[in-house]
């Protein structure tokens, strides 16, 4: 059974960094554009930052020059830099492919408090 495991979110202070990771397990994680979303209670799923299979990548525009995405095809497993984190950064994070194709896993919790 193909499954997305979040890790790496936690309680940081304003300005700080967190590195989220996302380990996939199945063969079609080298094949497809990967994506790392994020969930505020109340609010739709955003989806943040996006690489291709060749790690051509693209970000909403609110994380844009603060996260950086990149993956490891051979370990299965995509990162999410986050530097200069702002209280608004708070969410739920998770991975997935792009467009959504898999049952979505348990996400990281990443909150931005002083």
């Known amino acids: 059974q193909v499954q997305l495991v979040e890790s790496g979110g936690g309680l940081v202070q304003p300005g700080g960094s967190l590195r989220l990771s996302c380990t996939v397990s199945g063969s079609f994680f080298s094949i497809n554009t990967m994506g790392w979303y994020r969930q505020v209670p109340g609010k739709q799923r955003e989806l943040v930052a996006q690489i291709s299979s060749g790690g051509r990548t693209n970000y909403v525009d609110s994380v844009k020059g603060r996260f950086g995405i990149s993956r490891d095809n051979a370990k299965n497993t995509m990162y999410l830099q986050m530097n200069s984190l702002k209280p608004e950064d708070t969410a739920v994070y998770y991975c997935?492919?792009?467009?959504?194709?898999?049952?979505w896993g348990q996400g990281t919790q990443v909150s931005v408090s002083s």
């Open positions: 997935n492919t792009i467009p959504v194709t898999r049952t």
